[in-house]
């Protein structure tokens, strides 16, 4: 594609939509409708999961499905407006301008400005990034969906099964342009984002592996609260 100055600035735009998208504090606001400040319970990670222990499954799953959402609707919504949506042969230029709005999105939930920069830890919203960047992100992420819940029905540890799922993305993904026999400047953008979003994710739960390895993690209650 052709990028003149007006596709720049749409680009642009299109970065701050994605922050901003991703900077929406679901879990915070759903604790204050119900008139608790999620940051003071459980974990104080303000995420689905901590929702989920301390209101209840019902409002954690609200919360999950609204921090998917969060993500992959910028996402989707630029790449059908700049023409990238369901294309396999983007140019890497292309595919990297597509995936820093997807990037955006995960810092914003990480980072939201409206909670002083202290946010979640990325699963959910990075899910919803990789469902936006359809096909090549979606079908992976698809894969690492079912490695979580392998791992959590296994293992009932919410941060060891993101964890792994955030390890296998980029291996999944590796794997699928292999089989496809894509050239390796189209898998760059795609396999250096996938790895760094990887890393965001494990980095953000380093302290859950180490409540791990001493016992003191709070399993999930499979049956619900």
Known sequence: MCYDGEMTWIWWIWLIVGYLCGSV?????????????????GSGNVGATNVGRILGRQFGVICLLLDVAKGSIPVLCCGWMLGYLGKLDLEPGDSWRWLAVAVMAVLGHVFPVWLKFKGGKGVA???????????????????????????????RYMGLASV???????IFLAGIFCIKGIA??????????????????????????????????????????
């Open 184 to 225: 390796l400047a189209t898998q760059g953008p795609y396999i250096t984002v996938t790895t760094s979003l990887a890393i965001l994710v494990i980095l953000r739960h380093r302290g859950n592996l180490v409540r791990i390895w001493a016992g003191t993690e709070p399993k999930i209650d499979m049956l619900g609260k």
């Open 25 to 41: 504090p679901f879990s915070w606001l759903i604790g204050k409708i119900q008139g608790v400040d999620i940051r003071r319970l």
């Open 125 to 155: 919203t990075g899910l919803g990034v990789l469902l936006g960047c359809w096909p090549w992100l979606a079908l992976p992420a698809v894969g690492a969906v079912i490695v979580w819940l392998i791992v959590v029905v296994l293992s």
């Open 164 to 170: 792994f799922a955030a390890g296998v993305l980029p």
